[in-house]
């Protein structure tokens, strides 16, 4: 079975740093497995999930440093393995948006976390607008056997329209 690695970078955004850290994936015989790049404010932010042989993920480790440095990024690796998915039940979309405030993104991972939910991916942006700033999020989630969906659905409505949000729950097919 592949070993996993994750790999992040972070530092000032450039043309070519993709490109550069992907070269560097192929000639270590690594594949990605899953990728994310944002740039927050000037900063490019790149993780990825790579997999590979003992060797390969080795060479990756030993090699990234040299190449961050060359780039002038900040780079962590750390080992893993596949995450088990045998208890997940159903995949959904929570997708919300309106005023923003401090907390609400608390709030929400907060009323989750107690359904015991896996939030497998979120993304989150404020925008300003003539009303004030306005925050728009998409969260990727997983039930796990036993939760009660029309139960999350109730309590995440309750939730958005006390924070004066509009949002939906949606089962991904």
Not at 32 to 50: H, K, P, V, Y
Not at 141 to 156: K, M, R, Y
Request: proline share 3%; aromatic share 4%.
């Amino acid at each position: 079975m592949p070993q996993q690695l994750v790999v992040t970078a972070i530092g000032a955004d450039r043309t070519g740093i993709v490109s550069k850290l992907a070269r560097l994936v192929t000639e270590c015989n690594c594949n990605i497995i899953d990728s994310r790049m944002a740039i927050f404010g000037n900063e490019f932010t790149f993780i990825m999930l790579l997999d590979g042989d003992q060797v390969a993920l080795s060479r990756i480790e030993h090699l990234l440093p040299a190449l961050g440095l060359e780039l002038d990024l900040t780079t962590m690796t750390k080992r893993t393995s596949a995450r088990p998915r045998n208890t997940v039940v159903a995949h959904y979309v929570l997708d919300y948006a309106g005023p923003d405030k401090v907390g609400t993104l608390g709030a929400i991972t907060g009323l989750l976390a107690g359904f015991n939910i896996y939030i497998g991916s979120l993304q989150s942006a404020s925008t300003a607008t003539d009303k004030g700033n306005w925050m728009h999020t998409q969260m990727t989630l997983e039930l796990a056997q036993g939760t009660d969906p029309q139960a999350v659905e109730q309590a995440v409505q309750q939730l958005l329209q006390q924070l004066g949000l509009q949002g939906h729950l949606q089962a991904q097919i």
